[in-house]
């Protein structure tokens, strides 16, 4: 299906390691703007259409996802996010409606580029191929020491951590290195945001780096 060239409503992504406050963070901007009378969706990867969610569920929580070579997980992280821009994202901006994702092709470039070290060249081609030219306004990295995110993940009272969340501490040092890499080399489209003070603080924070989008 043909991605429509013209886009009216204006994507955000929120990326981070796990245990960053992505989710609660995404929440408190959507009802932000809901207040200014703006028509917001949320969304998440993997995931956010039915072929997404099962694509997750994969991902995250089947009883051989230990032995998922990193192409694997690449490709269908991508999948994923190739029916989610189709299906989801791409007509909601057509029609004006801001879109509040929480991850999006950045964590692919981060999590299986450089942290899986798959090469960079067919990861990017990947990417692009999955979201057209669907691309965020702009990103959103609530950054956080990689102890902080794993204490958080252990604090979590929803069950236990899935495939992703028992990575070890060296594998997010990576993620966390590779994020503020890539929020240096593409600094108009980033904003990174210190994610270890209290939630109200950090509220404010983005709101103070995404305002010039809704103003």
């Known amino acids: 299906m043909p991605l429509k060239n013209k886009i009216l409503g204006k ?54 996802g230990d032995e998922m070579c990193a192409e694997t997980e690449l490709l269908l992280f991508t999948a994923a996010r190739a029916q989610l821009v189709r299906q989801i994202i791409a007509p909601a901006l057509s029609s004006g409606t801001v879109v509040l994702s929480d991850r999006f092709l950045d964590s692919t470039t981060v999590y299986q580029g450089i942290a899986r070290r798959l090469a960079s060249d067919p990861v990017n081609l990947i990417n692009q191929f ?23 993940i252990r604090q979590r009272a929803s069950g236990l951590p899935d495939r992703m969340e028992r990575e070890n501490i060296d594998f997010y040092n990576k993620v966390r290195e590779g994020y503020l890499l890539l929020a240096k080399s593409m600094p108009r489209r980033f904003v990174v945001i210190d994610g270890s003070h209290d939630e109200d603080k950090v509220e404010k924070a983005i709101w103070t780096g995404l305002q010039k989008l809704f103003t």
């Open 11 to 64: 994507l955000v992504s929120f990326e981070g390691s796990e245990g960053s406050g992505k989710s609660t963070q995404i929440s408190r901007l959507a009802k932000h703007l809901q207040l200014l009378g703006r028509e917001v969706i949320t969304t998440r990867e993997p995931g956010g259409t039915e072929i997404g969610e099962q694509i997750r569920n994969i991902l995250v929580h089947n009883s051989k």
């Open 130 to 152: 999955a979201v057209g030219n669907v691309m965020p306004d702009l990103t959103v990295i609530i950054d956080v020491p990689t102890e902080l995110g794993l204490q958080r």
